[in-house]
């Protein structure tokens, strides 16, 4: 994907599973501000 940084992608199975359910490109605009 666009970020691959390591950390975001431990970040993105987090709200993949809690939050999401299944969305891991909208995961990742849920990570950016919860993860930052």
């Known amino acids: 994907m ?3 940084r ?3 992608v431990a ?3 987090y709200p993949t599973g809690m939050n999401l ?3 891991p490109t909208q995961a990742l605009v849920h ?3 919860t993860g930052n």
């Open 21 to 23: 359910g299944g969305d």
């Open 6 to 8: 390591g950390r975001g």
């Open 2 to 4: 666009a970020i691959r």
């Open 11 to 13: 970040a993105i199975n």
């Open 31 to 33: 990570s950016t501000p």
